[in-house]
């Protein structure tokens, strides 16, 4: 394969162009000596992307925003963000900028975006930059929520870029290269409304439905269509995170996408034993963001989208909250299917499975579960044993098997099937110890733990040989894990 010249990676300007009054040209800071340490082959070649150029010194410079293809208008985007409940009017990418858009094979557009690419307009207080261990947080986590089949922005590379970074100790900096379908959040819509510019608002409405909704364009109400699936993306995201066990840690309205990815990779974390109070955000004092909350949360997000849109809705306030109100009243609904039809899929149960049999079902196991303080991942992938009539891998994640093994026969009767279960159940998550593991080895220098851990978190439900120290718990003294963002 040729080695692509710069000028052919062809990046747009469209949400540069569209909606200027939320975009500052912006240039990454010049890495000093830009190395790559994880480049992922097979997203570069969904984008039409050669591997081969990306490893290159110029395609390395690309990735880290220092070589801009022509055409392409670098922009900080603005947006606002009620973080943890408090609204920061004026948040926007502090350290990170849009490159621009680039088609994919499929021909849909996605957002190639720089994350730790140096101070910008709305950098306040901050250095605008990155560490490496963090990036590789995020590239790791959101490549395993994607081989989850889980929505999720991507990433396509990490660089070290050779400039320390000042944090509680000097660390290697990095530059994640992201990317999504796009970047607009909750908070784009709050930091539109809050202009007073209705024009902006319509055109970023308008925007969103382009990209992610364009059925809604021809509904009789657009942009109450463009809400309502906003509000099924998310009810289906949160359902797929509780589902699977997943922590974001920090659900503020400028970390929730309008297409219903998953993003901003902070202080996340998958549960080890099944807790629902689970917190593992070290800023996250309240216990807002944590596991059993989230679907509140997201349901209190999406109440700021709706009051961000309602001078669209409708010209009188009041037809224009009513409308708002009976399409958010949809979210629990929607959420609570989502959540009941993937926990039979997890017991092997068909979907629609008589619901009077299957939630109870569902409570007693969680109740089980969590008086064990069992592994959540350990024990659901156990579970296929168990329909396969060998109990005791399930039994031996218990203090007490006897009330597990009165569940188990009532649920074994029900004729569970194991191959479905091991379609949606993973053996392979990427636990906090071996990120933990991982990123303190990539800080070093050593990549190997990272790449075989990726290896494993990318394949999630297929069970390899070898691979038996990546599917165990957490051992013993690993202890209360806690995560930290903003790094
Ligand atoms: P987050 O909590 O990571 O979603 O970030 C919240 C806000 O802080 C966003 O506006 C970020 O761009 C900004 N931010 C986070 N870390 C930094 C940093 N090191 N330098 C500048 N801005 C940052
Ligand atoms: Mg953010």
Known sequence: MTAAAPSTVALDGRFARELAEMAIPWRAEEAPDPRLLVLNEPLAAELGLDPGYLRDADGVRLLVGNLVPSGATPVAQAYTGHQFGWLAPRLGDGRALLLGEITDTDGQLRDFHLKGSGRTPFARGGDGFAAVGPMLREYV???AMHALGIPTTRSLAVVATGRPVVRDTMLPGAVLTRVA???????????ARATG??????????????RHYPGAADAEQPYLALFQAVV???ASLLARWMLVGFVHGVMNTDNMTVSGETIDYGP???????????VYSSIDETGRYSYRNQPVMAEWNLTRLAESLLPLLHEEQAQAVAQAQESLGAFRRQYSSAWSAGMAAKLGLPAGFDDGVASPLVDEVLTLLQAGGADYTSFFRSLSAAARGNTEPARSLLPDPSAFDAWSARWSALGPDADVMDRVNPAYIPRNHLVEEALAAATGGDLGP??????????????RPGLGRYAAAAPGDFGAYRTFCGT
């Not at 379908?181 to 930091?191: E, K, M, P, W």
């Not at 510019?197 to 382009?210: T, Y």
């Not at 998958?270 to 689970?278: E, K, N």
């Not at 990272?450 to 069970?463: G, I, K, S, W």
Request: net charge negative; glycine share 2%; proline share 4%.
């Open 197 to 210: 510019d209705l024009n902006l608002l319509r055109r970023l409405a308008d925007h969103a439905i382009a």
């Open 268 to 278: 996340c974390a998958f549960l080890d034993a099944f807790d629902p109070a689970t």
């Open 181 to 191: 379908s796009s970047h607009l959040r909750v908070g784009s819509f709050q930091y």
């Open 141 to 143: 986590v959101s490549e």
């Open 232 to 234: 099924a993306a998310q």
């Open 450 to 463: 990272l790449e075989r851990l990726l290896d494993a978190v990318t394949r999630p439900f297929e069970l």
